[in-house]
């Protein structure tokens, strides 16, 4: 079982940067794949990218390729997701969870952390 922690939200202006991590409070995290979601008031929630358990293979939806970029440092047992050139429409609630790699539905997804707020002024 692995439980995971999602850290580094906070309100910045369009334009800006954010980096989240998503740490692992309990087992490890070198033997899962993370996808990274968010949800905005209101809406469902929305695959963003996703890291691959061996190597650094990733991918990203449309709306945030070239911006967004997953890492990850098995020996912190943290997954990033570091956020750049960010709009208003990237305010959401961001998760990050374990789950099968390639897949953008969220109910495929196993284990979630409470989630991180990310908000974009104007």
């Known amino acids: 079982q692995v439980q995971l922690v999602e850290s580094g939200g906070g309100l910045v202006q369009a334009g800006g940067s954010l980096r989240l991590s998503c740490a692992a409070s309990?087992?490890?995290?070198?033997?899962?794949?993370i996808g990274w979601f968010r949800q905005a008031p209101g809406t469902e929630r929305e695959f963003v990218g996703a890291i691959y358990w061996a190597g650094d293979k990733t991918l990203y939806v449309d709306s945030v390729k070239g911006r967004f970029t997953i890492s990850r440092d098995n020996a912190k047992n943290t997954v990033y997701l570091q956020m750049d050139s960010l709009k208003p429409e990237d305010t959401a609630v961001y998760y990050c969870a374990t789950g099968p790699y390639g897949s953008s539905w969220f109910r495929e997804y196993d284990h979630w952390g409470q989630g991180t707020q990310v908000t974009v002024s104007s």
């Open positions: 309990a087992g490890t995290l070198s033997s899962y794949s």
